[in-house]
């Protein structure tokens, strides 16, 4: 299979897979003024977000500068982040609050509503992707002009985007900070979009007769799309990191040794030839699946609507009609 259509053919395997887990894993308040503005949230933008992961993967060029995706592997995670930053802008100014008598502001940290286990997942795949870019950068060197370049010469640059084959056989291209730093970046933003996000709507203002169920129901839906659609950018992003280390770490050349026998050819590998098989394919497979996920949030989102839609309108109590205010 191309590698260039591996996110959205294992996207869909995996998508129809994961009906294996009929259960959604996206779920929406049974009332307020929230719940328009998840589903907008839930399907749109995760369809962008898959969307822009499987297009920069099936469009990217054959590479001529040694760089040439550095800013194509991180797009899903921008995105990803991007969608989340304006879904907060407008919760801030959408749902703003009104007056109201005796209204407190909490002092909560920023993963108050959110799932442990969602966090502790979302943690670990930032820390691979790392990982995996600080290894891919610190790996880089740059190279004489004249020197010997294998597989896939790019135009000579004097940037460090070039990793030693093998000691001193040759160069291969597309290491070093010009390849990951957008990588990192992108890193970053989210971390910090999700964690400033997270944190504005843990502490937004709440009358100090109570903290209802709704309430807290609301923010907890709210606090798990906004990480699954971060946590879906990260996994199609660590998927590209990988894929594009185990390409050009399986670079192998041959050499003629009539030691042994007439033309007899012998095989060397580069650096970290024995991860790189599982690097390439297994990051397809990851990408895949983070395409699955992203999937999955959309049409959840949709299931969780029209159940919704479905059931009969509870009448609210005092006190949600108070958080109604407060949330608008």
């Given at each position: 299979?191309?590698?260039?259509?591996?996110?959205?053919?294992?996207?869909?395997?995996?998508?129809?897979?994961?009906?294996?887990?009929?259960?959604?894993?996206?779920?929406?308040?049974?009332s307020?003024?929230?719940?328009?503005?998840?589903?907008?949230?839930g399907?749109a933008?995760?369809?962008?977000v898959?969307?822009?992961?499987?297009?920069?993967?099936a469009?990217?060029?054959?590479?001529?500068?040694?760089?040439?995706?550095?800013?194509?592997?991180?797009?899903a995670?921008?995105t990803?982040?991007?969608?989340?930053?304006?879904?907060?802008?407008?919760?801030?100014?959408?749902?703003?609050?009104?007056?109201?008598?005796?209204?407190?502001?909490?002092?909560r940290p920023?993963?108050?509503?959110?799932?442990?286990?969602?966090?502790?997942?979302?943690?670990?795949?930032?820390?691979?992707?790392a990982?995996?870019?600080?290894?891919?950068?610190?790996?880089?060197?740059t190279?004489?002009?004249?020197?010997?370049?294998?597989?896939?010469?790019?135009?000579?640059?004097?940037l460090?985007?070039?990793?030693?084959?093998?000691?001193?056989f040759?160069?291969?291209a597309?290491?070093?900070?010009?390849n990951?730093?957008?990588t990192?970046?992108?890193?970053?933003?989210?971390?910090?979009?999700?964690?400033?996000?997270?944190?504005?709507?843990?502490?937004?203002?709440?009358?100090?007769?109570?903290?209802s169920?709704?309430?807290?129901?609301?923010?907890?839906?709210?606090?798990?799309?906004?990480?699954?659609?971060?946590?879906?950018?990260?996994?199609?992003?660590?998927?590209?990191?990988?894929?594009?280390?185990?390409?050009?770490?399986?670079?192998?050349?041959?050499?003629?040794?009539?030691?042994?026998?007439?033309?007899?050819?012998?095989?060397?590998?580069?650096?970290?030839?024995?991860i790189a098989?599982?690097?390439?394919?297994?990051?397809r497979?990851?990408?895949?699946?983070?395409?699955?996920?992203?999937?999955?949030?959309?049409v959840?989102t949709?299931?969780?609507?029209?159940?919704r839609?479905?059931?009969?309108t509870?009448p609210?109590?005092?006190?949600?009609d108070?958080?109604?205010?407060?949330?608008?």
């Amino acid at each position: 299979m191309s590698p260039l259509l591996a996110p959205a053919v294992f996207g869909l395997f995996f998508f129809v897979l994961s009906w294996m887990y009929p259960r959604r894993i996206v779920s929406l308040p049974d009332s307020g003024p929230r719940v328009s503005f998840l589903v907008r949230v839930g399907i749109a933008g995760s369809l962008v977000v898959a969307f822009i992961g499987c297009a920069v993967n099936a469009t990217t060029p054959a590479d001529m500068t040694g760089f040439e995706g550095w800013w194509r592997r991180p797009a899903a995670l921008f995105t990803a982040a991007l969608v989340v930053a304006v879904s907060a802008i407008i919760l801030r100014f959408e749902l703003r609050p009104t007056a109201a008598p005796a209204v407190i502001a909490p002092r909560r940290p920023w993963n108050t509503f959110t799932s442990r286990p969602l966090v502790w997942v979302s943690g670990i795949i930032a820390s691979l992707l790392a990982l995996t870019a600080v290894w891919q950068t610190v790996i880089a060197t740059t190279a004489p002009e004249d020197g010997q370049f294998l597989g896939n010469v790019p135009a000579y640059s004097p940037l460090p985007i070039y990793m030693m084959f093998n000691g001193q056989f040759g160069y291969i291209a597309g290491v070093g900070w010009p390849n990951n730093l957008a990588t990192l970046a992108a890193l970053g933003f989210a971390v910090l979009v999700l964690v400033m996000t997270l944190r504005a709507d843990a502490n937004r203002p709440l009358p100090d007769r109570g903290f209802s169920t709704a309430a807290r129901s609301a923010r907890e839906m709210t606090a798990r799309l906004f990480a699954l659609l971060i946590l879906g950018g990260l996994i199609v992003t660590l998927g590209a990191v990988w894929m594009h280390a185990g390409e050009i770490g399986q670079m192998k050349i041959a050499i003629n040794d009539d030691y042994v026998s007439k033309d007899h050819l012998v095989t060397f590998g580069g650096s970290y030839d024995m991860i790189a098989f599982p690097l390439n394919y297994g990051g397809r497979l990851v990408q895949g699946l983070g395409v699955a996920l992203l999937l999955r949030i959309a049409v959840d989102t949709g299931r969780a609507a029209a159940r919704r839609r479905q059931q009969p309108t509870t009448p609210p109590t005092a006190t949600d009609d108070l958080f109604a205010g407060l949330e608008r």
